[in-house]
């Protein structure tokens, strides 16, 4: 029986080094059925890692993965049967009939002979594509392809999707059907979605996790965001000063000058924080002028924490 709240990943501590270099350090987190969780961050900052050590492709160098209750290092058949994957790049083979590769896909995952039609008719009903069971995959459009790659993905019908940049090259029309058949997955699977593109965890996504260097740092819900549970302050002053004595604040996440006297902060979501600012303000003689919270977008929360402000620009065809 399938809970709404049943643990799907529960990931502690983990980590990852390619001979000197850490490239994933100390990531926990944990994901529930009917959560569609994103995981944003910057070129290089160790998503594909993360992804690729949650799908078992990768080994830990520390740290502990349980998938749907079974520890994934322990007993990695058993584990990975829970998951499915759909690379940035799928393994498809263009000359293969959509019913040849799905039916191919489902015996590698180990569903007997006489359950691979039905669980063939079931992932392609899934994802739209009733009407291509016979098209040679060649002969598809890039967003048919990506409906093929997730269709094998879930081919087995495991509780966790992970899915690794998914609308990457699809035109605009195409990426609001993948988003709608990401969403609809959300309701009865897990979900996590690796993606450079902010608009996309916002039209898809009800959580949001942040990596950069290798890190964790941000976790929220969209929800939170979009209602505007302020997590961020901003500080116009009279004169210009070293902020530096921002930072010494309790809670504060980053510090983003917006000019010598304006400044915007990012904190852990703390009420005492914006008395505690104002008090500093006045104690310094910096001529506060204005302290407010803000309704951070999630590109601002982005930006200030990673230092990025080229990554919405993908998203444009959003
Ligand atoms: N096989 C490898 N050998 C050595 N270094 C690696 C290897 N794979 C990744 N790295 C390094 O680890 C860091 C994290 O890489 P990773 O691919 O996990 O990041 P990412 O967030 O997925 O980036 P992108 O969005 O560009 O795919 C980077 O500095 C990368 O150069």
Redesign the pocket.
Known sequence: MQSASETLVECHDLGRD?GQ?T?VDKVSFSLSRGEVLAFL?P???????TMNMLTGCLAPSRGSVRIAGIDLLESPKSAKAHVGYLPEHPPLYPELTVNEYLAFTARLRGLRREKVRQAVARARARCGLEAQGKRLIGHLSRGYQQRVGIAQAIIHEPALVILDEPTVGLDPIQVREIRALIRELGQDHGVILST?ILPEVTATCSRVQI?FRGRLVYEDHMAAINRGHSRQLRLTLSYPIDPSALWELPGVESVEKLDEQDFRIQHAGREELAPMAAELAVKQGWGLKRLEPEQASLEQIFVALTGQDNAPAEGAAA
């Open positions: 390619y270099h490239a961050g070129n290089g900052a160790g998503k594909s890692s450079h990596m």
